[in-house]
């Protein structure tokens, strides 16, 4: 089974020789197979392996149990290992998402930080061929194209492989069995208690009543579509770079160009506009791009807006169709004071912000999460401020010489235009203490001399009223 990996490590090119690698590893059977996979093969690549475990703190005792296996068995292993306690279910009610998605948030923004600062080339994750059949299905019960047929990607440009993908749960449980590996077990993965669970627990095992090669139809399926999709996204890409014009906000077409496609190119030429204005095409359904089609079809009406999922617009002007970034209000320049033990609502941003103090050794371990921050209050020499940020801004991130303009930051994250004056910045004596949601600035971070502690968090205007 180590052998059917590696050749399709080889075969979708998935590492060079001297890579450095994060493993994404909860201390299931699938991220502990493929660790020790990695492991196995780090000499003959020349390798660095490096391993992260983020504790949802969902599962009580059992998630610091899963922790503690993970910590332990990387040391026996000699592989570094980080390992981070995040508050998902109050990330989750802070952001509105589900527990799944701001799981899934928390961990990719942990991945990427940990790859940017020890400049590492590729993540992986230990997601195998039956996810992949699961994802599949889910993507056909909620509405998708061919992209969505696809299923998960071997590979992205942004370095996270998936090693796996070309074996089965089955096979990775036989793996650890031979290899006397004893991964943990989480027990919510054998409740039907969401979409994933439910297909993988009661749905597929019925289908499979009817045609026990379900499960690998649905991969074959996937594996098709892929070919086809690849082929056909090479010739939109030509047409795109013919016929797109870019304007402010987005992209658009001609429409008397556009009339004259096919219907199924139609639908790819919008799916790769909306893709280039928004960076993917999450929350986008086979059914938002057959409306836009609809729409244009429609010769009487010359001038609408339609509003698309993840603020996006498509917009017939005329002769232009155009998918736009959604304009929002722009937000006029605030700025707070935050005195110890105090909190401040910020109507510009919708949110309340909260600062108290504490002694060092009445922390005990440092739970850092995307909305509580904590500092080193000796370091601090004046009251801190909560303002939208200034020209000039700069500040010191962790992992990085030197200090870094906060103009270059957005851009690197990508973050729109509009969206950056909404961005609370604390400082002090107009230093960068925290980026709000994203990074804090190292001068001011808790360490092991830190005595004292200053403490800052927000919450949602909304929901806190909500809640009273």
């Not at 943990?184 to 009661?202: F, H």
């Not at 496609?261 to 893709?275: A, D, H, T």
């Not at 005329?318 to 998918?323: A, F, G, N, S, T």
């Not at 609502?345 to 909305?371: A, C, H, L, M, Q």
Request: charged share 30%.
């Amino acid at each position: 089974m180590r052998n059917k990996v590696v050749e399709y490590i080889n075969k979708h090119k998935m590492l060079n020789r001297g890579d450095g690698i994060l493993v994404g590893v909860s201390g299931g059977p699938d991220s502990i197979c493929l660790l020790h996979i990695l492991k196995s093969i780090q000499k003959e690549y020349s390798l660095q392996v490096m391993a992260v475990h983020i504790n949802h703190q969902l599962r009580g005792k059992q998630a610091d149990k899963d922790e503690k296996y993970v910590l332990d068995l990387c040391l026996q292993w000699d592989i570094p290992c980080f390992a981070y306690k995040i508050d998902i279910e109050g990330l989750s009610q802070q952001k509105g998402v589900s527990i799944e998605e701001a799981g899934r948030e928390a961990r990719y923004e942990k991945y990427f930080e940990l790859k940017k600062q020890y400049n590492l080339q590729k993540i992986a994750l230990g997601q195998h061929r039956d996810d992949n059949a699961e994802t599949i299905l889910m993507r056909i019960l909620r509405g998708t194209g061919p992209e969505g047929l696809k299923g998960i990607p071997p590979h992205r440009e942004d370095g996270v492989i998936r090693p796996l993908l070309a074996i089965t749960r089955k096979e990775i449980e036989e793996y650890c069995g031979v290899h006397h590996l004893s991964p943990c077990i989480d027990q919510s993965n054998l409740q039907p208690i969401y979409l994933r669970n439910k297909l993988r627990l009661e749905v597929i095992p019925y289908l499979e009543k009817f045609n026990s090669n379900f499960r690998e139809n649905l991969n074959h399926l996937g594996e098709i579509i892929g070919e086809q999709q690849d082929f056909v996204d090479h010739a939109v890409e030509e047409l795109w770079n013919g016929h797109r014009e870019f304007v402010q906000d987005g992209v658009a077409f001609s429409t008397d160009w556009f009339e004259g496609l096919s219907p199924f190119i139609k639908k790819q030429m919008l799916r790769r506009g909306i893709k280039w204005v928004k960076n993917d095409l999450k929350e986008i359904e086979f059914t938002h791009i057959q409306m836009i089609v609809k729409m244009l079809e429609n010769d009487e009406n010359t001038t609408w807006t339609l509003d698309l999922p993840g603020e996006i617009i498509a917009k017939r002007q005329y002769e232009k169709i155009m998918l736009l970034r959604r304009k929002k209000n722009q937000v006029k320049d605030f700025e707070y004071s935050l005195p110890i033990n105090t909190e401040i609502p910020i109507e510009e941003v919708n949110k309340t912000f909260k600062s108290y103090f504490v002694k060092r050794e009445e922390v005990g371990i440092i739970k850092d999460t995307s909305y509580k921050k904590y500092f080193d209050m000796d370091k601090l020499q004046a009251t801190p401020i909560i303002r939208n940020r200034r020209p000039g801004d700069k500040f010191f991130p962790i992992g990085l010489r030197g200090s870094k303009k906060l103009k270059e930051y957005f851009i690197d994250l990508k973050i729109p235009r509009d969206q950056r004056d909404s961005i609370p910045i604390v400082v002090v004596n107009q230093e960068i203490l925290w980026i709000v949601g994203h990074r804090v600035d190292r001068r001011y971070i808790v360490d092991q001399t830190t005595k004292n502690i200053l403490v800052i968090e927000y919450f949602k205007i909304r929901e806190e009223q909500h809640g009273k």
